[in-house]
């Protein structure tokens, strides 16, 4: 296995280390700017502004070969009160900046996140607008800088909400044991709805919640539980998930899990229900070389409820963090079976990126 990923890497197409190299060029820079440090943001009295990059080389087996402006986010907040807090994040996503063969593809500009946090107490805050909603780990960890490879399992982006417009009430004891609890109620639709390009499934009506319990530093464990309805299709479903982080010395190992039951009639048109049940698991080993070199191996086995056949997925990965707001990614995945393409499309093929928290 280990030599054909070395042979494909050999073959494949000499853009990949120009590209990452000449966006080290150009990132060099930006950290020298006066009075401003890379990845802590512009912070102006009480008010803030942010974001991150993520730019990838895409080169699909099945494909033509393309340059990506996967992510490019704005987040802009502020510290006003105890009342008002309010937070803002807008991306481009999905901006294709050149092809093999010609031709290029505009991203869309999606809000993200909208929302005020109203402190209730020193361990309770209410939020309300639109939230990632904290279901497992990957999902509030949204940033690609912050998560070790560049393809999001299917477990984590596919066969729940992951956008609520509502309320949230969060309640975090901060003492490192107890754990902490999120609850949450979308009554009606997402708001700012991402076009189809980007998603082929909306929720309605979404209530859910997820708790967390501290395992020490970085180590945790976590239940999740989501429940509406399938907007496309008309179905009702109910989920369970749990995630999992532990660390033995430079050994990182981490895991999710989800399981949800579709019921009720189908709408004309839609898909048709091929299983009452949708599941799927991931775990992922990331294996500290150095602080800075990281090698990394995933894999995943997903179920979706209108395939008839799972997503086996196996990847494996090498990322590069110079510093900390700044990471080079460079992995290989394998697919079999299905691939829900709309959603979080997975391909045998090469993956580079440069990420960057700004």
Not at 18 to 43: D, N, R, T
Not at 53 to 59: A, H, K, S
Not at 250 to 268: D, N, Q, Y
Request: some cysteine; glycine content about 8%.
């Amino acid at each position: 296995m280990l030599c054909f990923i070395s042979s494909v890497i050999t073959m494949r197409h000499t853009l990949l280390p120009l590209v990452l190299f000449q966006l080290g060029l150009i990132s060099s820079p930006i950290s020298q700017a006066e009075g401003y440090e890379l990845g802590q943001g512009w912070h102006v009295g009480n008010y803030y502004l942010s974001g991150y990059t993520n730019i990838e080389v895409i080169d699909r087996f099945d494909a033509p070969s393309r340059l990506d402006l996967d992510d490019l986010s704005l987040f802009a907040g502020g510290r006003v009160s105890q009342w008002v807090n309010p937070f803002t994040e807008v991306e481009l996503s999905k901006h294709t900046l050149s092809r093999q063969g010609g031709g290029r593809e505009n991203g869309d500009i999606i809000v993200e996140r909208f929302y005020n946090d109203a402190l209730l107490s020193e361990h309770d805050t209410l939020r309300v607008g639109k939230i990632l909603t904290p279901l497992g780990e990957w999902n509030q960890v949204h940033a690609a800088p912050l998560i070790p490879i560049i393809t999001r399992p299917y477990t984590t982006a596919r066969g729940f909400h992951a956008y609520a417009s509502g309320v949230n009430w969060l309640h975090d004891p901060e003492d490192g044991v107890t754990p902490d609890l999120q609850l949450y109620w979308q009554p009606d639709n997402e708001w700012f709805k991402r076009p189809v390009s980007q998603t082929t499934r909306n929720f309605h009506n979404v209530l859910g919640g997820h708790v967390n319990k501290p395992l020490g530093l970085m180590d945790k464990v976590g239940a999740s539980f989501q429940h509406g309805r399938l907007m496309e299709t008309g179905e009702m479903f109910t989920l369970y998930g749990v995630n999992a982080n532990k660390s033995f010395g430079k050994l990182r190992l981490e895991s999710e899990a989800i399981t949800s039951h579709f019921s009720g009639a189908v709408l004309p048109g839609a898909p048709p229900r091929l299983h009452d049940n949708e599941s799927g698991i991931f775990a992922l080993a990331d294996y500290a070389i150095t602080p800075q070199w990281h090698g990394i191996l995933e894999g995943e086995r997903y179920q979706d409820h209108t395939t008839n056949q799972p997503s086996r997925s196996t990847l494996i990965a090498v990322a590069y963090r110079p510093s900390a707001p700044m990471v080079w990614k460079l992995e290989y995945i394998h697919q079999a079976g299905v691939s829900a393409d709309k959603i979080a499309p997975i391909h045998t093929g090469l993956k580079a990126a440069f990420s960057l928290l700004f």
